[in-house]
């Protein structure tokens, strides 16, 4: 469950600066065996220490200083602050008409998830994913949307996230397979249930790592809304943008961290890889001014989906925000992806 961990692990940019430092260590040893030894044994200190918190800074729950801080910086105009005002009414909503269901993983985590019952007799259901440092209920515009049209909603807190356990973020890989047991909560108890998978941002990336597993039947379609391609790719992206820095060595020294303190390497967490083996139809969406998580992000993945694709490019939207950009483009593309139409709730 905790990944492979042994498959290229080493990105291919990085072997010449790897083989460069790797000759320079053993000219300089060829010099002065006793200084080399000594300065390169300060430098992997520092490296640990740089790579420990570059680990904390985007990963571990409790860190004095996170990634963020550093999150969406789309700026958002009066017709997006309406809408997250109906947000916070649809939250409110939410909380006063829905439930909570708790489950516990396979590494004994208790998970949170809300819960909003149709108020139709139906099969449908959707489990809606937040980004990262969110909760469930940051979806609740999008559940709103979704339980107009007969569907069951769940809506879980990400581990380390909302009123979840854990300490570290899993990033989408560790929460694919908690989504994994979501699903099998839903198909146990019912197993006529017809799923679709909706994520935003790391919500997204859970998503897609998700269809790359064996999968129920039930599972119908996935939907994901700015997602990265991976996540060496986005920090890497990050680190660029933030710490002006390489990806090596510090980024691999973060990987091996993750590993010890998280139970991934950040290698692993591959969206890529996981989407080449899905079943289902994919709908990817994502805003064409995103530089956080960065547009060309979706071509990649696009283009690595053998399903049924979809894909919708919303122009003059930032990170996590298209369907406020445009609603009604939104919306009319997720549902005519999904064949659904809006029922009379009565």
């Keep these: 469950m905790l990944g492979k961990g042994?498959?290229?692990?080493?990105?291919?940019?990085?072997?010449?600066?790897?083989?460069?430092?790797?000759?320079?260590?053993?000219?300089?040893a060829q010099w002065s065996p006793t200084i080399t030894i000594v300065v390169t044994v300060i430098l992997f200190c520092v490296l640990l220490l740089l790579g420990n918190f570059l680990?904390?800074?985007?990963?571990?729950?409790?860190?004095?200083?996170?990634?963020?801080?550093?999150?969406?910086?789309?700026?958002r105009n009066a017709e997006q602050e309406k809408q997250l005002e109906e947000t916070e009414s649809d939250q409110k909503w939410i909380m006063e008409n829905g439930g909570h269901i708790w489950i516990q993983n396979k590494q004994n985590m208790w998970l949170h998830s809300y819960y909003m019952e149709s108020k139709i007799q139906s099969s449908r259901y959707v489990i809606l994913v937040h980004g990262y440092n969110g909760q469930g209920l940051d979806m609740a515009g999008m559940a709103k949307q979704f339980y107009e049209r007969g569907y069951h909603i769940i809506m879980p807190d990400l581990r380390a996230h909302g009123q979840s356990d854990g300490l570290a973020r899993g990033m989408g890989w560790m929460d694919h397979f908690d989504l994994m047991e979501w699903?099998?909560?839903?198909?146990?108890?019912?197993?006529?249930?017809?799923?679709?998978?909706?994520?935003?941002?790391?919500?997204?990336?859970?998503?897609?790592?998700?269809?790359?597993?064996?999968?129920?039947?039930?599972?119908?379609?996935c939907i994901e809304d700015c997602g990265y391609s991976s996540v060496w790719e986005e920090f890497e992206?990050?680190?660029?943008?933030?710490?002006?820095?390489?990806?090596?060595?510090?980024?691999?020294?973060?990987?091996?961290?993750?590993?010890?303190?998280?139970?991934?390497?950040?290698?692993?967490?591959?969206c890529v890889k996981q989407i080449q083996k899905s079943q289902i139809p994919i709908l990817f969406i994502h805003g064409e001014e995103d530089h956080f998580v960065p547009f060309r992000m979706l071509q990649k993945l696009y283009h690595s989906a053998p399903s049924p694709k979809q894909k919708l490019v919303m122009e003059g939207a930032g990170h996590a925000v298209s369907s406020q950009v445009n609603a009604e483009l939104y919306w009319s593309t997720v549902w005519r992806f999904l064949g659904i139409r809006k029922i009379d709730l009565g």
């Design 6 to 28: 042994g498959r290229n692990m080493v990105k291919k940019k990085d072997v010449p600066a790897m083989i460069i430092t790797i000759l320079l260590i053993f000219l300089a």
């Design 55 to 75: 680990f904390e800074f985007a990963i571990w729950k409790d860190a004095k200083i996170q990634w963020a801080s550093v999150g969406n910086r789309s700026k």
């Design 183 to 221: 699903i099998s909560c839903i198909t146990t108890r019912f197993p006529d249930a017809e799923i679709i998978l909706m994520g935003v941002s790391m919500g997204a990336a859970a998503v897609m790592m998700t269809v790359g597993e064996p999968l129920p039947t039930n599972v119908k379609a």
């Design 237 to 270: 992206s990050v680190q660029r943008e933030i710490f002006h820095l390489p990806a090596f060595p510090i980024l691999y020294i973060a990987s091996l961290i993750c590993r010890i303190r998280a139970g991934f390497w950040l290698q692993e967490a591959d």
